[in-house]
């Protein structure tokens, strides 16, 4: 009965590849996000999507790019690994992203990438 | 969103009351706290949230100041398992902002026997 789920948990790979990162939420939720967490285990936002429409895009290189199919899934998609993209990604949702906030986010358990 | 501070670190005997303070003096008033928990390896986890009033659930007790310029999050029996990192966040609820959930440094909360 997991909420949001993400795959894989753990994922090594060398820089230059491209990779993806699965996310699915079974809450019914509109909106859902990609959070990045890094070795000093600083949280920020990445993405947002609501209604598979992007909403938030802070300032990520466009070797990022997210996909939602559904308002279940956002996957993140991340072409020419960096060594700097080493972390923690988080995803997450939340029913609404606007109103009067709210809305808590539910978070997955993390995918933790490592770049080599 | 108004920026918070947190004690880097606290300790509680297991059994006994935690209670984990935040400032938050620029809060603004459509700006809700929320509290939410790191365990290690795991996601963040959603606690309590509020406005002006104080709030209790299932897990943990939210006390807010009559001036909304700190806060206090209070889990009454503290066991190993909440062993974590407690992190308090200032949301405003406009459209638009309500999404940019900000985390900070948080309190790392050790439960000891």
């Known amino acids: 009965d997991t909420a949001v789920s993400q795959t894989p948990k753990y994922l090594v790979t060398q820089m230059g590849n491209d990779k993806s990162i699965k996310c699915e939420q079974n809450?019914?939720?509109?909106?859902m996000y990609w959070y990045k967490q890094d070795s000093k285990k600083f949280l920020k936002i990445m993405f947002s999507y609501n209604n598979k429409e992007l909403i938030i895009n802070e300032t990520v290189p466009n070797r990022f790019s997210p996909k939602s199919p559904d308002k279940a899934h956002l996957n993140l998609h991340i072409n020419s690994l960096e060594l700097g993209d080493s972390a923690v990604y988080f995803c997450a949702s939340s029913q609404g992203w606007g109103g009067r906030g709210n809305s808590p986010l539910h978070f997955g358990n993390g995918t933790r990438l490592t770049v080599t | 969103d108004a920026k918070t501070t947190q004690p880097p670190s606290m300790d509680c005997a297991e059994g006994r009351a935690a209670n984990l303070p935040c400032n938050h003096s620029t809060i603004s008033g459509n700006e809700y706290v929320y509290w939410y928990r790191q365990i290690h390896s795991q996601g963040p986890q959603y606690i309590i949230h509020?406005?002006?009033n104080n709030e209790t659930n299932e897990m943990a007790s939210l006390i807010i100041t009559e001036d909304r310029k700190s806060s206090t999050l209070i889990l009454p029996h503290a066991t190993l398992r909440d062993t974590a990192v407690y992190y308090c966040?200032?949301?405003?609820?406009?459209?638009?902002?309500?999404?940019?959930?900000?985390f900070g440094t948080g309190t790392r909360l050790q439960v000891t026997l």
């Open positions: 509020g406005l002006k």
């Open positions: 966040i200032v949301r405003a609820g406009d459209t638009g902002t309500a999404s940019k959930l900000t």
């Open positions: 809450l019914g939720h509109d909106t």
